[in-house]
């Protein structure tokens, strides 16, 4: 019985030593004041600005959020607010939302990746194809990061091997 309370114990402080400083990412509405930042970035009032269903994450004081544009033409935005600054790192058109954010831990990071299904037209093709837009969680600069290697890694790539990060942008360059 002692040995298995040890192992217990270790585990358990096993996970919190692990995990105790990453983010936990948490479905959230988006605040009004990260509404009026969007607005003012993109010239529109915030009746303009609708955030996608299921689709901002939040995480200490931060969010990332999918974000339509009332517009003729059916677009797509993710916005990261983090360390009190507003960042588009994703802008589609024409593009939809297939879903709200997806918390994936299947990488086994310190922090679980986040992952957004489009549907977005790419000229080269002439036609709406499927795409996955991915985000890893950068703990030096505090704040999720897009890297389309990461998106690739997911679908397509060998699984055994950890993808590359280096392509990763966490803030609009």
């Not at 086994?108 to 996955?132: C, E, Q, T």
């Amino acid at each position: 019985m002692k040995k298995i309370a040890l192992l217990l114990s270790i585990f358990i402080s096993y996970m919190t030593n692990s995990y105790g400083s990453a983010p936990a990412p948490e479905e959230a509405l988006l605040p009004d004041t990260v509404k009026e930042e969007i607005a003012k970035e993109n010239e529109m009032t915030v009746k303009s600005i609708h955030a996608f269903p299921k689709g901002t994450l939040k995480w200490g004081d931060s969010y990332i959020s999918a974000i339509v544009f009332e517009d003729s033409i059916k677009n797509c935005s993710i916005y990261i607010f983090a360390n009190d600054s507003l960042s588009p790192l994703f802008n589609g058109a024409p593009c939809e939302f297939k879903g709200g954010g997806e918390i994936n831990f299947s990488r086994a990071s310190a922090a679980p990746d986040i992952l957004y299904r489009v549907k977005l037209f790419l000229p080269n093709r002439g036609a709406m194809v499927d795409n996955l837009i991915a985000f890893y969680f950068d703990s030096e600069k505090k704040t999720y990061c897009e890297s389309q290697s990461l998106a690739s890694w997911y679908e397509t790539g060998n699984k055994t091997m950890k993808p590359d990060l280096s392509d990763g942008k966490c803030t609009a360059e």
